[in-house]
T-cell receptor
């Protein structure tokens, strides 16, 4: 079992719809969770992080965390073609000085105009 | 101003050569990282340094040697390059081991 699992996609949604990206992780001790967006040929860009169970909203983005189910998701409201990218889920394993991000393989999102 | 910068952006070299990649961050962060992203886009940590001290050293061949002259700089030297070393190498930094910010990447091609 991979430590962080994501559906590779592509996930295709029409412009203006809600895109829902999902991620599961195996280490119950994980404390912090991150979503990165990566455009083709570019570096990962941090878009959301969440540490506590529940929802965290930032503009059109909402991160949801359920530690009991070891599940983290990212919702993108009013999806735009510019949101088309690979979305990487990352889980912080370790803590303190040994902080280490474990990445999923990413979900490719395609927003259709 | 660029927060995390890397040089060079592209690196094409032959097998057996030695090469270095440099990284600098102007965010005042105390921790820096090297990641490798392979052809399948899987991103994996290689090393981390906290205030110039090596903290994480994943299962990486000892041909790879990181060096941190100060907490704003982290370099990666690779000896005896192999075809399998071809990848994109990303530097990242964070403060207090929190959110990590990535540099633009160095695309290494070994022929």
């Amino acid at each position: 079992q991979k430590e962080v699992e994501q559906n590779s996609g592509p996930l295709s949604v029409p412009e203006g719809a809600i895109a829902s990206l999902n991620c599961t992780y195996s280490d119950r001790g994980s404390q912090s969770f991150f979503w990165y967006r990566q455009y083709s040929g570019k570096s990962p860009e941090l878009i959301m992080f969440i540490y506590s169970n529940g929802d965290k909203e930032d503009g059109r983005f909402t991160a949801q965390l359920n530690k009991a189910s070891q599940y983290v998701s990212l919702l993108i409201r009013d999806s735009q073609p510019s949101d088309s990218a690979t979305y990487l889920c990352a889980v912080n394993r370790g803590g303190g000085a040994t902080n280490k991000l474990i990445f999923g393989t990413g979900t490719l999102l395609a927003v259709q105009p | 101003d660029t927060a995390v910068s890397q040089t060079p952006k592209y690196l094409v070299t032959q097998m057996g050569n030695d090469k270095s990649i440099k990284c600098e961050q102007n965010l005042g962060h105390d921790t820096m990282y090297w990641y490798k992203q392979d052809s399948k886009k899987f991103l994996k940590i290689m090393f981390s340094y906290n205030n110039k001290e090596l903290i994480i050293n994943e299962t990486v061949p000892n041909r790879f040697s990181p060096k941190s002259p100060d907490k704003a700089h982290l370099n990666l030297h690779i000896n005896s390059l192999e075809l399998g070393d071809s990848a994109v190498y990303f530097c990242a930094s964070s403060q207090d081991q929190a959110e990590q910010y990535f540099g633009p990447g160095t695309r290494l091609t070994v022929t």
